[in-house]
């Protein structure tokens, strides 16, 4: 009972960072959308943000192991206040050298707040949840319910923006997450998630084949959905449909919610799927599934390029569909096939790969759509997805994890 309690005040914590960290993205892109930065120039502000979390999911994964995820929430909830507060002394006369230079550096911090509290969250499910059945709804609603918020996130950044102005936006909301985080402090107790043996720094690289191929297959799988959707689809929309910044940013929100909202309804679309077993013989069928649509769009909008609008919209919306299934039943397949005991260590390491992907598919997107279009990028989103499924098929079957 008394990790069940931990583990619900971890996610209500994690809830509030996850708005947070939508909002702060939203904050970011509109305020500097309005100061004349290109889009590519968007792009580069969120780059470190990805990249530290490699190190963080890395080293964090240890950290939670030795210390507890109580350390791991503290300081992601911590290092986001700082990371806004640090952004709000932002001057609109600097150079636009300085200024990228220093929300750059904001954003790493933020971005090692992430991963942190992300950590926290999908490893303490692990410790309250023993059937894999039930672990699959459970690690499946948390996903989605993330995502979603995300969603609202971005929303919600739009409208303090509007409704506050920058700096007063970034101080409003570093004011709730010190509320949400002296609340973590007086309601987490003991020691959740800190594993019973010593760990030492060879625990730091996953020794599970398991873990190895779905790291793997994970970079693979966010690099083909992010060389597509970071720069290229945004670019697309604005510059060649005319679409509006705002009008952008509000798909972009209700995609992540509807996203989101799929993630947490998975396990009654993949009823089969009752532990690692069977979770991983849907995951291979799904990443086929998910291959075939970037491809149909590249091709579609070769052929037809008088209906982008149409074909990227409806390509999205199935796209996020499948993809959101694929990412839910990988999400159970880390957590699943890891031991309790180092199930932070195993999360950290797999998400240090999802980190790995989210930076190769940001950078990617970026160059391939200026070399050659948004078709190109389809094409190399759905020679990812090929890889990343055709990676699943190599685990081991087996009656239940460990």
Not at 141 to 170: C, D, I, M, R, Y
Not at 178 to 202: C, D, N
Request: glycine share 10%.
């Amino acid at each position: 009972m008394s990790d069940l309690k931990n583990y619900a005040c971890v996610t209500a914590s994690y809830w509030g960072f996850t708005l947070s960290d939508g909002a702060l993205r939203m904050l970011v892109l509109l305020h500097f959308h309005q100061l004349g930065y290109s889009p590519l120039d968007l792009a580069f502000l969120f780059l470190l943000y990805e990249a530290m979390g490699i190190v963080t999911n890395f080293v964090g994964g240890w950290i939670g192991a030795r210390f507890g995820l109580r350390l791991t929430l503290f300081a992601g909830l911590a290092t986001q206040i700082i990371a806004l507060v640090m952004l709000s002394l932002l001057q609109d006369s600097w150079a636009i050298s300085l200024s990228v230079a220093y929300v750059m550096a904001a954003q790493a911090l933020s971005g090692v707040a992430k991963d942190l509290t992300k950590m926290s969250s999908k490893s303490a499910v692990k410790l309250v949840v023993a059937d894999e059945g039930l672990l699959f709804k459970w690690v499946s609603l948390l996903t989605g319910s993330k995502n979603a918020l995300k969603g609202v996130g971005f929303f919600l950044g739009g409208v303090l923006l509007e409704g506050l102005g920058f700096q007063v936006a970034l101080w409003a909301m570093a004011a709730c997450l010190a509320v949400i985080l002296i609340f973590a402090v007086l309601s987490v107790q003991g020691e959740l998630g800190k594993a019973k043996s010593k760990i030492t720094g060879k625990d730091l690289f996953s020794k599970s084949r398991e873990i190895n191929i779905l790291s793997f297959a994970r970079i693979f799988l966010f690099a083909a959905r992010d060389v597509w959707f970071v720069v290229g689809v945004p670019i697309f929309f604005a510059s060649q449909l005319g679409w509006g910044f705002d009008q952008v940013g509000l798909f972009m929100a209700l995609w992540v919610i509807g996203y989101g909202i799929i993630q947490a309804f998975v396990p009654r679309l993949t009823t089969k799927t009752k532990d690692a077993t069977t979770g991983a013989r849907a995951t291979a069928f799904w990443g086929f599934v998910l291959f075939i649509l970037p491809a149909l769009m590249a091709v579609g909008l070769q052929l037809y390029p008088d209906q982008a609008t149409l074909l990227l919209i409806a390509g999205l919306l199935v796209f996020g569909l499948v993809f959101a299934i694929n990412s839910s039943l990988h999400s159970f397949l880390i957590v699943a096939y890891s031991d309790a005991d180092k199930v932070s260590l195993s999360v950290g390491f797999y998400y240090m790969a999802n980190a790995v992907g989210r930076l190769l598919g940001t950078l990617l997107s970026g160059l391939v759509y200026q070399m050659a279009g948004l078709e190109a990028c389809l094409a190399v989103s759905a020679v990812m997805v090929l890889i990343a499924a055709t990676s699943v098929l190599f685990l081991t079957p087996r009656k239940r994890a460990a």
